[in-house]
């Protein structure tokens, strides 16, 4: 295990990271889901083509109306429950078409966050077939980043932090959707740091995920604050730098801006 690495601009990211971990949350990183969302909202050109498609074709209609009776503010298990009958429906009538994934994803999903009692076993179990049904798809792709995440962080696995973070790796290396790489190697390096297991691997899978560009950098820019972190201390500088100059192009208004250009300013000068 490595020292404990004190982070100066991202004193918070630390605290954030473990707190949820170890106090029963099975997020941990508490952006995950947002970051899930926007990805399904605007990285899916499947899901943008059945929206596009869904006047005047009975399928795509039903799963239009089961994902609003989900969403109904506020959420309710009694809307959820509606929408799962008819998820049910057309995931049984053909589990392989948009609509069938899309519907299978909704499924486990259902069980993760929208029950008054989520049953987690059952996202768990439901995630993970989905990731396995359809490979290199959307829908299996972001199953997966929920199962990984749940396997994270799951208090009552048997199995050891390290040694649940390595069988996940060799699944994450299926991956194919830039976006979801780009998530996978964000929630394994945040175990790596958030754990203290290892600022090496952190940094290999933090870097990883850095790299990959975001169409929505704003998600980004606690991962570019400690990528520079992290880069400044295994003696990655151009690294450190780019990350930063990264920051304030994204965190228009953050607090923070003055910090990070000083200590731009201080890495040039070295």
Request: hydrophobic content about 40%.
């Amino acid at each position: 295990m490595c020292p404990r690495l004190t982070i100066r601009f991202v004193t918070g990211i630390v605290a954030v990271l473990a707190a949820p971990a170890f106090q029963g949350s099975l997020w941990g990183a508490g952006d995950w889901e947002e970051e899930a969302l926007l990805l399904y909202n605007s990285g899916s050109p499947e899901i943008n083509e059945l929206r596009a498609r869904s006047t005047g074709n009975e399928r795509l209609k039903l799963y239009a109306r089961a994902l609003g009776q989900l969403h109904v503010q506020p959420m309710r298990e009694e809307n959820a429950l509606l929408a799962k009958e008819t998820f049910d429906i057309l995931f049984e009538s053909n589990p392989n078409d948009q609509v069938g994934m899309a519907s299978a994803y909704y499924l486990a999903r259902i069980n993760h966050k929208h029950l008054d009692q989520p049953d987690l076993e059952a996202a768990r179990s439901a995630y993970r077939y989905i990731f396995e049904s359809y490979p290199s798809r959307f829908f299996g792709e972001l199953a997966f980043l929920k199962y990984l995440l749940i396997e994270l962080y799951n208090e009552e696995s048997t199995q050891s932090v390290s040694n649940r973070i390595a069988s996940l790796e060799m699944l994450g290396d299926q991956l194919t959707i830039p976006d979801m790489i780009r998530g996978y190697h964000r929630a394994v390096g945040d175990a790596y740091l958030g754990y203290e297991l290892s600022y090496e691997k952190a940094y290999e899978h933090l870097k990883a995920s850095y790299e990959i560009k975001s169409s929505v950098p704003e998600t980004q820019v606690e991962l570019m604050l400690t990528v520079a972190e992290l880069a400044e201390l295994f003696g990655e500088k151009d690294v450190a730098i780019a990350a930063l100059q990264d920051f304030l192009k994204a965190a228009n208004g953050d607090d923070r801006r003055g910090e990070v250009a000083l200590r731009i300013a201080a890495l040039n000068s070295k």
